[in-house]
């Protein structure tokens, strides 16, 4: 499995989906490990603009995870059940698309959010802890 340890390629701006996002300046080989997710920043309770990556924890990583946007069909897999939490790319990602994740993976029990992914199999929602 490729993995790339630099983040440089990864950038946030404006996005359609919502507010901001992450977008890629390289291309993303499908199966590609390509970001690891820093865990200096775990909480036991949800937190606005923070990632849930076990039952109870969450973690805030304010250069990528958490500016990534949902999508209901996403480009990439938020792998938390490994020892360090990473994102996949789930198909070849393109330069300039941006990284989206779908939130109802790791989000469970979370409340309904009115989607905006544009996607043509959009839910309308998806969840969010918070």
Same mark, same amino acid.
């Given at each position: 499995m490729?993995?790339i340890i !630099?983040h440089?390629?990864?950038k946030k701006?404006?996005s359609d *989906?919502?507010?901001?996002?992450?977008f890629?300046s390289?291309? *993303? #080989? %499908?199966g590609e490990v390509?970001?690891i997710i820093?865990?200096?920043?775990?909480?036991?309770?949800?937190?606005?603009?923070?990632?849930?990556?076990?039952?109870? &924890?969450f973690v805030c +990583? =304010?250069i %990528? *995870?958490?500016w %990534?946007?949902?999508s209901c069909? @996403?480009? /990439?897999?938020? &792998?938390? !059940? /490994? =020892?360090? @939490?990473?994102?996949k790319?789930?198909?070849?990602?393109? %330069?300039? &698309?941006e990284?989206?994740? +779908?939130? +109802?993976?790791t =989000?469970v029990?979370?409340?309904?959010v009115k989607? /905006?992914c544009k #996607? !043509?199999n959009?839910?309308g929602?998806?969840?969010?802890r918070e």
């Amino acid at each position: 499995m490729k993995r790339i340890i !630099s983040h440089q390629f990864l950038k946030k701006r404006k996005s359609d *989906i919502h507010g901001l996002g992450i977008f890629t300046s390289k291309q *993303i #080989d %499908v199966g590609e490990v390509f970001y690891i997710i820093p865990l200096d920043k775990i909480v036991n309770n949800p937190i606005p603009r923070y990632a849930c990556i076990g039952a109870n &924890e969450f973690v805030c +990583d =304010e250069i %990528v *995870i958490n500016w %990534v946007n949902h999508s209901c069909n @996403p480009n /990439t897999s938020f &792998e938390i !059940s /490994t =020892e360090r @939490p990473h994102l996949k790319a789930l198909r070849s990602i393109s %330069v300039t &698309e941006e990284i989206t994740l +779908d939130y +109802d993976k790791t =989000e469970v029990n979370g409340s309904l959010v009115k989607c /905006t992914c544009k #996607d !043509s199999n959009c839910r309308g929602f998806f969840l969010r802890r918070e």
